[in-house]
């Protein structure tokens, strides 16, 4: 019953440029059990989403998303000196367990931080390292990978126009704001979420949301004096 949620998508792979199948999963079969604060959802039964998202190509071992870009010149180079001549033969275009889903995500971290990747697409891969992560239990990874991403979205919003982002500016400051929290940098988190609140037509979901996560974190930071 599982398998009819996957199906094959053939890919060409952004390196070697050949064809390839890779599991998909069937977005309208998919029903969301629960969010947690930083977005990270929770899916009924055991397939979810998270663990398709990065295509890894059985002939040369890139591994990428569909949001990464064509590779210049002058970044193949670089791939194929620290990552292609010593990848091997890498096999995750079947079904894939919660461990293959860590493996795909990082080696795209790897693949798309030597390709030169843009930072919000290797923040993305970082959060979901981290919620794979939260997945298993394993606190120190999951905080290990936040702080990654952490670091990604505040380059991001420091040094890239966000207009050209497929996440609003107040949904990057929020972010920003939540992950500084989860990690127990209170005072970081209040400085985001204080940008965050001098900001108008903030939605109002998205508002809700970050009046509660302060309220938890203020109560966290008194807890903690
Ligand atoms: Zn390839």
């Known amino acids: 019953m599982n398998d009819l949620l996957l199906y094959d998508k053939e890919i ?5 440029e050949k064809k390839f199948k890779t599991k998909r999963v069937r977005a309208s079969k998919i029903v969301v059990k629960k969010k947690d604060s930083d977005f990270c959802m929770y899916y009924e039964g055991e397939i979810n989403p ?17 949001s990464f870009k064509s590779l210049r010149p002058a970044v193949r180079e670089n791939l194929r000196k620290n990552y292609l001549e010593r990848a091997g033969q890498v096999d995750l275009c079947g079904k894939r367990e919660i461990a293959d889903a860590l493996r795909s995500f990082k080696l ?19 959060l979901r390292i981290a919620w794979l992560n939260r997945y298993l239990g394993q606190k120190e990874e999951e905080d290990k990978y936040l702080d990654k991403a952490l670091e990604c979205y505040q380059e ?3 040094k890239v126009d966000i207009t050209s982002l497929p996440l609003s500016e107040h949904k990057l400051l929020y972010l920003l704001g939540e992950l500084n929290g989860r990690l127990g940098r209170f005072t970081e988190t209040r400085a985001w979420f204080n940008i965050l609140f001098s900001k108008r037509g903030i939605e109002p979901a998205l508002n809700t949301l970050a009046r509660e996560q302060w309220d938890e974190y ?6 903690a004096l």
């Open 12 to 16: 060409v792979c952004l390196n070697c």
């Open 156 to 158: 991001v919003y420091e």
């Open 108 to 126: 795209a971290l790897l693949c798309g931080t030597l390709a030169d990747e843009n930072t919000f697409n290797l923040g993305g891969i970082c």
């Open 218 to 223: 203020k109560t966290a930071m008194a807890n």
């Open 50 to 66: 998270y663990y398709y998202e990065i295509n890894v190509c059985p002939h040369c071992s890139f591994a990428f998303s569909a």
